[in-house]
């Protein structure tokens, strides 16, 4: 693929903007990265990072459900630390391919595994979008990502259920 892959980060935090940024350009070599504090998902991109809260109010998953009308073949993980089962729930049939907590350490490895994977598949093909055969391996960690969250929502729930 002669063209970087391009990543847009939501986040009005600018801390969280230069973390996931940095991270990124560490990952995928010669990403494109926006940044823009507030939530606008516009414009043509590979990857999309979308916080969940601004102004107090939950926005990730009316961004991804935008970004999905014009487009399946993209990569879109909320990045946020305002997520339960309820956030989580509305994400996913969104059309969110995967989260990621600011407050678990082990999911931005994660996430930057699945988005390195997708920018794997989409170098491999320069010139047609992602077919099946490239992105089964993040649909895959993906899946597992979910299960994982699922897991450890309900979890918690049953931890808070017991301790009433």
Request: hydrophobic content about 35%; proline content about 7%.
């Amino acid at each position: 693929m002669d063209t970087p892959i391009r990543a847009l980060i939501l986040d009005d935090d600018p801390m969280a903007q230069q973390i996931l940024r940095t991270h990124l350009e560490a990952e995928i070599p010669g990403v494109a990265v926006t940044c823009r504090p507030y939530p606008d998902p516009r414009g043509d991109f590979d990857l999309y990072f979308l916080d969940n809260q601004f102004d107090g109010l939950d926005c990730a998953a009316s961004l991804a459900k935008e970004i999905r009308k014009t487009t399946n073949e993209k990569l879109v993980i909320a990045f946020s630390g305002t997520l339960n089962s309820k956030v989580l729930k509305n994400l996913i049939k969104a059309g969110c391919d995967g989260v990621c907590d600011k407050t678990e350490p082990n999911d931005l490895p994660e996430a930057l595994r699945i988005a390195r994977n997708f920018a794997e598949s989409l170098a491999q093909q320069p010139d047609s979008p992602p077919g099946p055969s490239g992105v089964i391996g993040a649909i895959r960690a993906i899946s597992d990502l979910l299960r994982e969250w699922n897991t450890r929502l309900d979890t918690q729930a049953t931890n808070l259920n017991d301790a009433k």
